[in-house]
């Protein structure tokens, strides 16, 4: 058998990647300013000012577009002839390369 190369699936950097805990959560601030008029000058004044922030929780649904992407990525490599005679579209070779310039897949040596 001719010495063919073999590659595995880094898991550990698969599930880094699908679960990044660097993923910045997005926050809003909004300010509430109340004011009165103040009856000796005429002038509005401020009364109170709330200040409130929200943390985005999209972190959530980022995992969940990396986890179906990676699904995908693997359902395609695990599909792929690789006889010698076959050739692969575009988007295999795509998803391959990919996967292994991120390291997502490393070649093993025998």
């Known amino acids: 058998m001719a010495n063919r190369v073999k590659y595995v699936l880094d898991l550990e ?19 509430t300013e109340m004011y009165l ?5 005429n002038d509005m004044v401020l009364n109170t000012k ?4 929200v943390k985005g929780g999209d972190t959530t649904q980022k995992a969940t577009i990396r986890y179906d992407m990676m699904k995908m990525f693997i359902d395609t490599l695990l599909d ?10 575009f988007g295999e070779a795509l998803i391959f390369n990919t996967m292994a ?7 093993i040596k025998e």
């Open 13 to 31: 950097n698969i599930m880094n990647f699908v679960f990044d805990s660097n993923i910045n959560r997005d926050s809003e601030s909004e300010i």
């Open 101 to 107: 310039e991120n390291e997502l897949i490393k070649e």
């Open 80 to 89: 792929l002839d690789v006889s010698e005679n076959s050739q692969w579209s």
């Open 50 to 53: 709330q200040l409130r922030e």
């Open 37 to 41: 008029l103040d009856e000796e000058t």
